[in-house]
């Protein structure tokens, strides 16, 4: 759903001012018009139906990079540039692993966090994760990132329950005819980027591909050396066409590749079990404007997300006997037992009529039964997600406006490992918001967001808030809202267990078996909920160029599932609760063109967390700092540092410098941009939870990195 | 003559007849003529108000005047009408009203008579440099950049802009274009400037490229600063303008100086008042305070 503003415009053009009808006919005099005077003047462009809500009358806190920031501050991804929001917090367990969470709490899987791109939800269904490495935009098509620090599921539906990143591409129109850019730089990165764009008649394009690859950390602690490398291949397009004087089509696709080398998965494994990713995305929105008050957009679109990942383990011969899989289903507790070298008691009947078969069968190995066996297992899976959405927006009046819609959605996982097989769902959805303001002073904005999900039922996320404008450039905020996370389809419908292909050396003449482990979801979960209290206050400094944000906040999280899901433990519930209570700041200046910046700062309480996983991934102070100075002839400096305390179980701190200095230059109608950034790291380590009593580490060789980049625009 | 003339002109000057306000000066003995193009609701009250201030002028479509005896002064509104008064060879003055400066140099480059010694004067319809980068240095109260597109046809007020920007304490970011040249070329290199600046060029601005430019500067977050209420109205963050009366008011210090026997100078609008778009202000996040929104000078001020 798009933010929107009330207000209606002055009277129609119909009745144009002389002043204003002569100068704007003088305009039409070369297009042979002589009658200057009988012309109508220019039709109403930004009409109230397609205005942004003003910061001063969002019922959030926002955060807004633009791709001016992200280009003289050396960012060359996305997630790098969420370290400009306060209060996001980023752990980088692998090269392509990246932990991203508002507010930190859960490190194993997070998944509270919605991530869009042009409004359309990036987040995988089956299993509840962004891939941050392989999303289906470059960083060069990004127009800017809008960060809802709060929840937003009133807007955005479930999912968007602590926060919502919206990518903002740039419009077909918006590009120069070719662009080529290459960076190169420490850990072995390259990135290559070329874009074309064109119009024609009433339509335009954008065409990109992009290529990256690094090789990640020198070292992770899990695997004792270094194994963590990605590549990545993107295609996107995107075409906008006017379809007469009312209506507009969008039409877009991309398609992503890659690589990502995953170092570890399971103890026993004998080779590694690297990613290959490939997805896909087609998207169409049709936007058809009744009035200057009236807008109406449908949205399709589709998602098709594969992940193979196989690879060779070896466990001892008895862990695939298919008694010992057969009593696990039964009774895990026997199967501990056995391992463990015990006579398993305490089960039922069948119980132990599934023990003793086991025990047979592992006398009839004999000393094979500890031998290692081996073969190819895999977690391969498929997700795909089709959802279509109708959203209409009026302005009644220069007081209210409403936006609404609904739409429906089928998400599907395949997985032979996860699934068994295939696991979908239905999910069907309405939404409201209403924006009134009864005074000048005053804008009140409530809605809410009504799922019906096929597995966990329905849920409903509505938010209040209360604007007031104290001043032409001061406001306060009041925001009560509750975010929910429904469980995916993972959480909820888990059939999971490793078949082994080619099994070495047979196991009574079978050259497949299934590992002894297994877990099946009993279902029955319900959706994470954050009833999120919030108390703002926004300024606008205009001689200052300077816009500050801040807000104390008191975030109570509860059914949460924190329980860590493995196949040999999988038992989610919603037991779990935490309190998260802060301050945040924002500041972004801009004193002159020459010189701009920003200063973020959170502060962050942990509070009563019910589960310590809650407490993971958590810094009770984090922020960043940056001044961008752009001199004569097109050279610009910039300096930024971003750091964290790094106060959650085996989390450590994390800081680091970046000074970027850069030139643009044309020549011969080409348009120049070089860079050079050098980064200096506080900490060579990254040190994240893995469980209670381990930690695992990931580890650079040096503390300086450099990076290089040339771009070239046509 | 067509009746449709006849009635179209007696209805104009019945306007003018029925308009009752106070008299401006004139030069003594001297008819006033209005020479107007087409007929619109915006002609209408042009004319009402002159009718209130020169109760003697008379109407006339630009062909139909008839040769006089005596002294007369041309106004001519709009650049139609600047065409036809100068292919007409008038006697007396011209006094261009209502036409942008760029239209109004390419009309008498293209039409004033070789040899013709009859003075031609403007009050130019948009408001000058100066006022327009006022505007914008109060509604920033900062250093920003200013970007702005200039054709062949006003590459001519590259040097006032540049020095309007310098006194106001701008930057100003010029990008030459041509009506043969993309016209989203030139407006995406203006994409670094925090503001954009428009000057009427008609050579540049059609309805479906304004309509491309207002659009694409709003997404990119830049205000639009026009040249008329209608661009206001159609998104642009704000206008500096001269209203009808502002216009007639400056008219009449012309005609006192056409009085005591000078030639009046091309001049920009003297008084002026600015118009915003408070939707866009706001959405663009951009703070109105009340002393920008009294800039100008009013007549009589």
């Known amino acids: 759903m798009?933010?929107?503003?009330?207000?209606?415009?002055?009277?129609?053009?119909?009745?144009?001012?002389?002043?204003?009808?002569?100068?704007?006919?003088?305009?039409?005099?070369?297009?042979?018009?002589?009658?200057?005077?009988?012309?109508?003047?220019?039709?109403?462009?930004?009409?109230?139906?397609?205005?942004?809500?003003?910061?001063?009358?969002?019922?959030?806190?926002?955060?807004?990079?633009?791709?001016?920031?992200?280009?003289?501050?050396?960012?060359?991804?996305?997630?790098?540039?969420?370290?400009?929001?306060?209060?996001?917090?980023?752990?980088?367990?692998?090269?392509?692993?990246?932990?991203?969470?508002?507010?930190?709490?859960?490190?194993f899987n997070p998944r509270r966090l919605n991530v869009l791109i042009d409004g359309i939800s990036v987040y995988q269904p089956a299993y509840a994760r962004v891939m941050w490495r392989q999303l289906p935009v470059s960083v060069e098509d990004v127009d800017r990132i809008e960060v809802t620090r709060g929840p937003a599921s009133a807007a955005y539906g479930p999912n968007s329950m602590m926060a919502v990143v919206n990518i903002i591409t740039k419009h077909p129109n918006d590009v120069e005819p070719a662009m080529a850019s290459g960076m190169a730089g420490s850990?072995?990165?390259?990135?290559?980027?070329?874009?074309?764009?064109?119009?024609?008649?009433?339509?335009?394009l954008r065409l990109t591909v992009e290529t990256e690859q690094d090789r990640g950390y020198d070292f992770q602690s899990i695997i004792g050396r270094d194994h963590d490398s990605t590549r990545s291949r993107r295609l996107n397009l995107r075409t906008l066409s006017e379809l007469g004087d009312q209506s507009q089509l969008d039409l877009q696709a991309a398609y992503v590749e890659g690589t990502n080398q995953v170092p570890f998965v399971v103890a026993g494994q004998t080779?590694?079990?690297?990613?290959?990713?490939?997805?896909?995305?087609?998207?169409?929105?049709?936007?058809?404007?009744?009035?200057?008050?009236?807008?109406?957009?449908?949205?399709?679109?589709?998602?098709n997300t594969t992940f193979f990942q196989p690879w060779s383990s070896c466990a001892p011969t008895a862990a695939l006997l298919p008694q010992m899989n057969a009593l696990w289903r039964a009774n895990p507790g026997y199967v501990n037992a056995i391992l463990a070298g015990r006579i398993p008691s305490g089960g039922s009947a069948t119980d132990n009529a599934l023990a003793a078969a086991a025990l047979q069968a592992i006398a009839r190995l004999g000393a094979r039964a500890t031998q290692s066996a081996c073969g190819l297992v895999n977690q391969n899976l498929r997700e795909t997600r089709t959802d279509i959405e109708v959203q209409d927006t009026y302005v009644l009046s220069n007081q209210l406006r409403v936006v609404s819609g609904f739409g429906a959605r089928t998400q599907r996982g395949r997985s032979d490992t996860f699934f068994a097989g295939t696991s979908s769902n239905r999910v069907y959805h309405v939404f409201g918001n209403v924006e009134y303001k009864p005074l000048k002073a005053l804008t009140l904005n409530a809605g809410g967001y009504l799922e019906r999900n096929s597995l966990s039922g329905s849920s409903f996320s509505p938010r209040v808030a209360a604007n007031w404008h104290v001043s032409e450039n001061q406001t306060m905020r009041l925001v009560v809202s509750q975010g929910t996370r429904t469980p995916d389809l993972f959480e909820e419908t888990a059939k999971w267990s490793y078949a082994v292909a080619a099994v070495s050396p047979p196991i009574d003449g079978a050259t497949s078996a299934t590992f002894y482990q297994s877990a099946y979801s009993k279902g029955g979960l319900g959706a994470e909920k954050n009833l999120s209290k919030e108390v703002g206050y926004l300024v606008n400094l205009p001689a200052a160029g300077m816009i500050v944000d801040l807000k104390v906040f008191d975030d109570r999280l509860s059914s949460l599932i924190s329980e860590k899901l493995q196949v040999s433990s999988f038992a989610p519930t919603n037991s779990s609760s935490v309190r998260l209570r802060g301050a945040e700041v924002q500041a972004n200046f801009e004193l002159s063109p020459a010189w701009s910046g920003h200063l973020t700062y959170a502060y962050l309480d942990n509070l009563d967390p019910s589960s310590l996983y809650e407490r993971a991934q958590y810094s009770r102070n984090s922020g960043s700092l940056s001044v961008t100075h752009k001199l004569s002839d097109g050279w610009w400096y910039s300096l930024a540092y971003y750091g964290s305390s790094g106060d959650g179980l085996g989390q450590a701190a994390y800081g680091r410098t970046d000074a970027t200095f850069g030139k643009?230059?044309?020549?011969?109608?080409s348009r120049w941009t070089a860079s050079f950034m050098i980064r200096l790291l506080d900490y060579r380590t990254v040190s994240y939870f893995r469980d209670f009593g381990s930690t695992a580490e990931s580890r650079y060789d040096s503390r300086i990195q450099m990076y290089a980049q040339l771009k070239a625009s046509f | 003559m067509p009746n449709g003339i006849v009635d179209r002109r007696r209805l104009l000057q019945a306007l003018?007849?029925?308009?009752?306000?106070?008299?401006?000066?004139?030069?003594?003995?001297?008819?006033?003529?209005?020479?107007?193009?087409?007929?619109?609701?915006?002609?209408?009250?042009?004319?009402?108000?002159?009718?209130?201030?020169?109760?003697?002028?008379?109407?006339?479509?630009?062909?139909?005047?008839?040769?006089?005896?005596?002294p007369s002064i041309n106004l001519a509104i709009g650049p139609a009408a600047l065409r036809s008064v100068l292919d007409a060879r008038r006697d007396g003055p011209v006094i261009a009203l209502f036409t942008s400066s760029q239209a109004y140099r390419q009309v008498v480059a293209d039409h004033r008579p070789v040899g013709s010694t009859a003075p031609v004067s403007a009050i130019h319809a948009e408001a000058p440099p100066h006022h327009q980068m006022e505007l914008i240095a109060r509604i920033y109260r900062r250093r920003v950049s200013v970007g702005v597109m200039l054709s062949d046809a006003t590459a001519f007020m590259a040097s006032a802009i540049q020095e309007a920007a310098g006194r106001a304490g701008l930057d100003v970011v010029l990008e030459r274009t041509s009506k043969d040249a993309k016209f989203s070329d030139a407006l995406f290199r203006l994409k670094g400037a925090q503001v954009v600046?428009?000057?009427?060029?008609?050579?540049?601005?059609?309805?479906?490229?304004?309509?491309?430019?207002?659009?694409?500067t709003y997404r990119r977050n830049q205000a639009v600063i026009g040249f008329s209420l209608s661009l206001v109205n159609a998104g642009a963050l704000a206008a500096a303008y001269s209203s009808t009366e502002d216009v007639l008011a400056q008219l009449d210090e012309l005609m006192g100086q056409l009085g005591a026997g000078q030639v009046p100078q091309v001049h920009y609008p003297r008084y002026w008042r600015v118009a915003f778009n408070e939707s866009v202000a706001r959405s663009l996040n951009i703070a109105l305070d009340e002393a920008v929104r009294l800039l100008g000078q009013r007549p009589g001020g």
């Open chain 1, 664 to 669: 643009s230059f044309t020549t011969a109608g």
């Open chain 1, 187 to 204: 850990q072995g990165s390259v990135l290559a980027t070329a874009r074309f764009g064109t119009t024609w008649e009433r339509s335009s």
């Open chain 2, 197 to 216: 600046l428009l000057i009427p060029d008609s050579s540049l601005y059609t309805p479906e490229n304004v309509r491309n430019l207002l659009e694409a």
């Open chain 1, 271 to 303: 080779s590694f079990p690297d990613q290959k990713v490939r997805d896909y995305y087609v998207q169409a929105a049709w936007t058809r404007h009744f009035s200057a008050d009236h807008d109406l957009s449908t949205r399709v679109n589709y998602a």
């Open chain 1, 2 to 107: 798009t933010e929107a503003f009330p207000r209606k415009p002055f009277t129609p053009l119909c009745a144009l001012l002389a002043t204003g009808a002569l100068i704007a006919n003088a305009a039409y005099a070369q297009s042979g018009s002589e009658d200057l005077l009988q012309e109508q003047g220019f039709p109403a462009v930004i009409s109230p139906a397609r205005l942004k809500q003003s910061l001063a009358d969002v019922p959030a806190s926002v955060t807004v990079i633009t791709a001016d920031t992200i280009q003289k501050l050396g960012i060359t991804s996305i997630v790098a540039a969420l370290q400009l929001v306060p209060g996001v917090q980023i752990t980088q367990a692998t090269g392509n692993d990246f932990r991203v969470n508002y507010h930190g709490t859960n490190i």
């Open chain 2, 16 to 70: 003018l007849l029925v308009s009752v306000g106070t008299a401006g000066a004139t030069p003594a003995d001297a008819e006033i003529r209005v020479f107007s193009h087409g007929d619109s609701s915006a002609l209408r009250e042009i004319l009402q108000a002159l009718g209130r201030r020169y109760p003697r002028a008379l109407i006339y479509m630009p062909d139909e005047a008839p040769a006089i005896k005596g």
